[in-house]
């Protein structure tokens, strides 16, 4: 992972991304936010639930070719009533990033358990992210082996988060896969395989935010993805079945869930933790303006905060703009605060939490640290978060 002088630069070229200080969170809210991703994997495995919310989503997000989707990033407001959550993301950035901030504080938590659910050792959670992409591979191809990797961003040396595409690339490479970092623009088919250069590309680690491959820059990885040419994860019937932010709308419905014939306690349990959440129409338009105080309104496709607005600070001219698109009306749970000394000054910071998920099974948790609107990476003193767990008494 490059080791302390890695997290030296990142800190130096990446000022804003890496927080100064870890989070505490208590066993109970890890416990509950685990019952939260439990009861979504139990819905979204329904041919029910499949078949009501597929139709939302392109052609290329009908065919299931086996692979589950890494990373997911289940993100959560911390409340006096339990975590809630606020979205499901599936190509959530930050995992080996979050082990060199953990990797640093180490030293000065040794009394408390660390940001994995039970322990903490970075070499053991590399080896299991490598096992995770390889169960990925074997989904769609079984009995072969994982040869090549592309990490696949839009310009992806100019991602603010690129350093870690370095890291998977060295991680990959440490376990005997060959990995290269790519644009959509740099592949072929050739032989119905996926080819960058002269070199077959056996699985995609997809990072774009075009979740459904739609741009012309992308129409290669469109046709190798609908094709099953390569293994694509996460892949677009991943995001249609999870992060579709129009998504929420049936997660946090209790009625609507048990008519899909979700058991009562999984319906109960995703009611009290997900803020309830209405598709924005015609027909709501003067209610949800009525009450925009109280809502935040975001893009069913948009990803990290782009397109996200406070309804208390929503202006007219952005309010038609939202009636011409495809957005979601989503309960306002405030984030819960963390109190930092910044230069010498006490500060208080915006927090939430993202549980990093591979079926099913919570991997990582980190913490995002923040002032203003929304999660940034302009914060001084903010950024990614080693999350610790504080220990049973």
């Not at 690339?169 to 005997?176: A, C, D, M, P, S």
């Not at 999984?266 to 925009?292: C, M």
């Amino acid at each position: 992972m490059g080791g302390p002088g890695a997290y030296a630069r990142l800190r130096k070229t990446r000022p804003h991304l890496l927080a100064d200080s870890p989070v505490f969170i208590s066993h109970d809210h890890i416990a509950q936010m685990a019952a939260v991703i439990t009861a979504i994997g139990r819905v979204a495995d329904l041919d029910s639930y499949q078949d009501y919310v597929l139709p939302w989503a392109p052609a290329i997000a009908q065919k299931n070719h086996g692979p589950r989707g890494v990373f997911f990033g289940y993100d959560f407001h911390l409340t006096v009533d339990g975590p809630k959550l606020i979205e499901v993301n599936t190509n959530a950035g930050g995992a080996l990033l979050l082990l060199h901030v953990a990797g640093a504080q180490q030293a000065c938590c040794q009394e408390v358990e660390n940001l994995v659910v039970g322990r903490f050792d970075i070499p053991d959670l590399e080896r299991e992210f490598v096992a995770m992409f390889r169960k990925e591979y074997a989904a769609q191809f079984p009995g072969k082996k994982l040869r090549r990797v592309a990490i696949v961003d839009e310009n992806p040396a100019e991602q603010y988060l690129s350093p870690e595409f370095e890291l998977f690339k060295q991680v990959f490479e440490q376990h005997g896969i060959a990995a290269i970092i790519a644009g959509p623009d740099e592949f072929a088919l050739r032989n119905e395989q996926l080819v960058a250069g002269e070199n077959v590309v056996d699985l995609v680690y997809n990072r774009l935010t075009d979740f459904y491959l739609q741009a012309p820059v992308c129409k290669t990885l469109n046709t190798a993805c609908e094709d099953g040419a390569a293994v694509f994860t996460p892949g677009p019937r991943t995001h249609a079945l999870y992060a579709n932010k129009r998504n929420l709308t049936v997660f946090g419905n209790e009625q609507l869930l048990v008519e899909l014939g979700v058991d009562g306690v999984t319906a109960s349990t995703l009611a009290r933790s997900v803020p309830i959440t209405e598709r924005v129409t015609e027909d709501n338009a003067d209610k949800l303006w009525a009450r925009r105080r109280r809502l935040f309104f975001k893009p069913n496709w948009g990803f990290g905060s782009r397109g996200t607005y406070d309804g208390a600070k929503l202006t007219k001219k952005t309010w038609a703009s939202i009636l011409t698109a495809d957005y979601i009306a989503q309960e306002r749970v405030p984030p819960s605060q963390r109190l930092l000394v910044v230069d010498g000054d006490q500060q208080s910071m915006k927090l939430d939490v993202r549980c990093y998920v591979y079926d099913g099974e919570i991997q990582l948790l980190g913490a995002r640290l923040y002032r203003g609107q929304t999660t940034n990476f302009r914060t001084h003193g903010g950024g990614l978060a080693a999350v610790f767990t504080t220990p049973d008494i």
